[in-house]
C-alpha cells in the first residue's frame, strides 16, 4: 500500500512569488491536513480538508491557502513568499480525520524562499 | 489555550542506557496525547498514544502513562538502541480533525 506522496520533495523560490505543493494521501483516506515545520515553531497546523471542504484551520495569514479535489488530492498554495515561510511542509491523511484514526505523514516538500 | 512543552535536546546516550523525555501540557478539554517519531529525512510516525487519564500507551519498548494530576506525558524507554535515534515529538489533539498541537521536538542520539 503506497504512502502519502508530497510533490516535489525540494523547491526554491524567491520572495514574492508564489507556490503550489502537491499532496496524495493513502488510498480509501479522505481526510488531509497539512502542517508547517521549522526550526523555531516546530510543527504548527495550517488546515484539514476532507471530501473538498476544509474543516478547520490554523492561525495562518490568508496567504496560505488550500483545496481538495474529488480524488482526495491536496494542494496548497503560499502567494507572495516571504523569507519567513521557508520550512518543511507535511501533509497527512487519514481515513476521515476523527482522533481514533491513525495519522500517516509523507515526508515533506522542503521549501526555501530566498 | 492548547500547548505542549517538551524538554530541549539533543539527548545523547550510550546504547542501553534508560531513556526520559519529559512532556508537559496545557489543554482546555480532555485531549489524547501522543508520541511521535521522526526519522532522517521521513514524515513523522505515531510511536504511541492515550486518550485518557491514567491510560499507558506503549509500543516497541517505549510508554508513556497519561497523567492529569502532573499534566504530564513522559516518554520512557528501559534500553535504547542505535536505531532509536531519531527526532521525538510530544503532541496533544482534541478531536478537532487531525488539529494536533505538537511540542518542539527532541533529538535523540545514541551511540554505540
Known amino acids: 500500500k503506497a504512502g502519502v506522496t508530497q510533490t516535489p520533495r525540494y523547491l526554491i523560490k524567491t520572495r514574492g512569488q508564489q507556490v503550489t505543493l502537491s499532496c496524495s494521501p493513502i488510498?480509501?483516506?479522505?481526510?488531509v491536513s497539512w502542517y508547517q515545520q521549522t526550526p523555531g515553531q516546530g510543527l504548527q497546523f495550517l488546515f484539514e480538508?476532507?471530501?473538498?471542504?476544509?474543516?478547520n484551520k490554523g492561525n495562518f495569514p490568508g496567504r496560505f491557502s488550500g483545496r481538495q479535489f474529488s480524488n482526495s488530492r491536496s494542494e496548497m498554495n503560499v502567494s507572495t513568499l516571504e523569507l519567513g515561510d521557508s520550512a518543511l511542509y507535511l501533509c497527512?491523511?487519514?481515513?476521515?480525520?476523527?482522533?481514533?484514526?491513525?495519522?500517516?505523514f509523507g515526508s515533506g516538500t522542503q521549501l526555501s524562499v530566498l | 489555550g492548547n500547548s505542549v512543552t517538551q524538554m530541549e535536546g539533543p539527548v545523547t546516550l550510550s546504547e542501553e542506557a534508560f531513556l526520559t523525555i519529559n512532556c508537559t501540557y496545557t489543554?482546555?478539554?480532555?485531549?489524547?496525547l501522543f508520541w511521535y517519531v521522526q526519522y532522517p529525512g521521513e514524515g513523522l510516525q505515531l510511536l504511541l498514544k492515550?486518550?485518557?487519564?491514567?491510560d499507558k500507551g506503549s509500543n516497541k519498548g517505549f510508554e508513556a502513562t497519561y497523567r492529569k494530576e502532573t499534566t504530564s506525558f513522559h516518554l520512557e524507554k528501559g534500553s535504547v538502541q542505535v536505531s532509536d535515534s531519531a527526532v521525538y515529538f510530544c503532541?496533544?489533539?482534541?478531536?478537532?480533525?487531525?488539529?494536533?498541537?505538537f511540542g518542539s521536538g527532541t533529538k535523540l542520539n545514541v551511540k554505540p
Open positions: 489543554a482546555t478539554g480532555y485531549p489524547s
Open positions: 480538508y476532507f471530501s473538498e471542504t476544509q474543516r
Open positions: 503532541a496533544l489533539s482534541e478531536n478537532n480533525f487531525n488539529k494536533f498541537y
Open positions: 488510498s480509501g483516506h479522505r481526510s
Open positions: 497527512a491523511s487519514s481515513r476521515t480525520g476523527q482522533m481514533d484514526e491513525k495519522l500517516f
Open positions: 492515550a486518550t485518557k487519564a491514567d
